[in-house]
């Protein structure tokens, strides 16, 4: 059992990654950071300050940023990093994890999601419940991928991009960085400008 973890981020998000990093079992105490002062306990765990409070906190605890949304995450996580904060990486014990996978600090994989053989996952991402990562995908950092969202082999999702609620991603596939892909849509052509996409085949939103 190692020392303190401070989550950063108390609401949906912020809860499931403290029910995981309980079932790891892994630290002596969970505790929150959240900026909504009416908060005070998730979940039975206190929270103990504001996100801007974390400075104080880096030198004698593991610092996990609960925070869903991929811009922001992306910004604490680089503040984090630049004061040597200890940022673990949260894996549910039901998530199963192929040979050869590589997963940076500061992702959680959640329950029940599959990531297959020779795949990399960078920091900061979030593989969400029943997602399936296949065979030698490459997902750079700060990618969310949402519930039960499918890629097939070879896949490359880039930086900051968000795969919506159950969207599918078909072999050998290329999603450059910055992007949406809403929730359902099928991507069967790569994506090279950044935007976001719906639909089955998944087309371009007109902003
Ligand atoms: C545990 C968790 O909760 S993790 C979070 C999971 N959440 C998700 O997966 C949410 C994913 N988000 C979506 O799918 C969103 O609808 C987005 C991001 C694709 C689009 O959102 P917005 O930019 O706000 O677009 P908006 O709602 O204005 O819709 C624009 C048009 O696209 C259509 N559209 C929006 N989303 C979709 C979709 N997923 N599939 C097909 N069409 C869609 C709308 O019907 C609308 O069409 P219209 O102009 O003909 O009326």
């Known amino acids: 059992m190692g020392k303190n973890l401070l989550i950063i981020g ?5 809860k499931v990654v403290a029910d995981i990093a309980l079932k790891m079992g892994r630290w002596e105490s969970i505790s929150f950071l959240d900026d909504n002062e009416n908060i005070l306990q998730v979940m039975g765990l206190e929270v103990i300050g504001k996100s801007s409070d974390v400075h104080q906190y880096v030198k004698d605890n593991d610092v996990f940023i609960g925070i869903g949304n991929n811009a922001v995450r992306k910004r604490i996580h680089t503040d984090l990093e630049s004061k ?4 673990p990486t949260l894996v549910h014990p ?10 940076e600090p500061g992702t959680v994989v959640m329950a029940g999601a599959i990531i297959n053989c020779c795949t990399s996952i960078g920091k900061g991402c979030i593989i969400n419940t029943g997602a ?5 995908n490459q997902v750079e ?4 991928l949402s519930p039960g969202v499918r890629l097939a082999g070879t896949v490359r999702v880039g ?3 968000w795969l919506g609620i159950g969207s599918i991603v078909i072999n050998n596939i290329t999603i450059t960085s910055e992007s ?10 790569d994506i090279m400008m ?7 085949p998944a087309k371009r939103l007109s902003s």
């Open 194 to 200: 950044a935007g976001t996409y719906v639909g089955v």
């Open 132 to 136: 399936i990562v296949e065979h030698d």
């Open 180 to 189: 949406i892909i809403g929730a359902g849509a099928v991507v069967v052509r």
């Open 159 to 161: 930086e900051g991009t």
């Open 94 to 103: 039901t998530a199963i994890i192929g040979e050869r996978v590589e997963i």
């Open 10 to 14: 108390a609401s949906g998000h912020g």
């Open 141 to 144: 950092d700060f990618v969310h």
């Open 84 to 87: 040597h904060a200890s940022i």
